[in-house]
């Protein structure tokens, strides 16, 4: 079975400092990996996947997240906050074989303050 | 442009009625997925489909069911509505390549 654990419950960080939103998985085999964000009363939008390659992944609205395999983890992270990006964040997680279904973390709420 | 909708986006319903939440996607996506959304668990995997006729179970396909009649739509029923699933429910789909997974804008269902 996979999962997906996203162990802080809500992030707070002042607008331009640096923000980490951290993400562990277990999946049999290799991973695709994938990171949404969900603004209020709304759906989920797309932020940046890892597939294969580089390590490093660049995403929308100028975040990047570090796929570490020996680690199963992959964080997402962003060099200066903003207030719009206040939100709850998902990661998402499946194997390159088996169920092609996403599993998802429980989110994380990121309050960025002014 | 292609698109996923669902609807309806509010649906209040009673207790022991059946409801058809829809969902329509025009990516030509043979892959297509049912969550619900509660607070503290994230989404859960409900019901998918690999294709026409091909339907699945996920973690909490209890009191649910989907079926596949063709590409574009995969309706999700509750049999017996329960104030349990009182939840947002989201709709995505996947192509078998590109690895996107596109989400509908949900639907609030309240069972009371």
């Known amino acids: 079975a996979q999962s997906v654990a996203q162990p802080e419950d809500q992030v707070n960080v002042a607008e331009g400092n640096p923000l980490t939103v951290k993400c562990t998985y277990s999946v049999s085999g290799n991973p695709y990996l994938f990171w949404y964000v969900q603004y209020p009363n709304r759906g989920l939008q797309f932020l940046l996947k890892?597939?294969?390659?580089?390590?490093l992944v660049k995403g929308s609205y100028g975040f990047e997240a570090e796929f570490n395999k020996s680690q199963t983890s992959f964080h997402l992270k962003k060099p200066s906050a903003l207030v719009s990006d206040s939100a709850l964040y998902f990661c998402?997680?499946?194997?390159?074989?088996?169920?092609?279904?996403?599993?998802f973390g429980s989110g994380t709420r990121l309050q960025v303050q002014p | 442009d292609a698109e996923i909708t669902q609807s309806p986006r509010h649906k209040i319903t009673e207790t022991g009625r059946q409801v058809t939440l829809a969902c329509h996607q025009t990516?030509?996506?043979?892959?297509m997925f049912w969550y619900r959304q509660d607070l503290g668990h994230g989404l859960r995997l409900i019901h998918y489909s690999y294709g026409v006729q091909d339907t699945n179970k996920g973690e909490v396909s209890d009191g649910y069911s989907v079926s596949r009649s063709n590409t574009e739509d995969l309706p999700l029923t509750l049999e017996s509505a329960a104030s349990s699933q009182t939840s947002v429910y989201f709709c995505a789909s996947s192509g078998d390549r590109n690895y996107g997974y596109t989400f509908g804008s949900g639907t609030r269902l309240t069972v009371v």
């Open positions: 998402a997680v499946r194997g390159y074989t088996g169920r092609r279904a996403l599993t």
């Open positions: 890892y597939i294969t390659g580089d390590n």
């Open positions: 990516w030509n996506h043979n892959n």
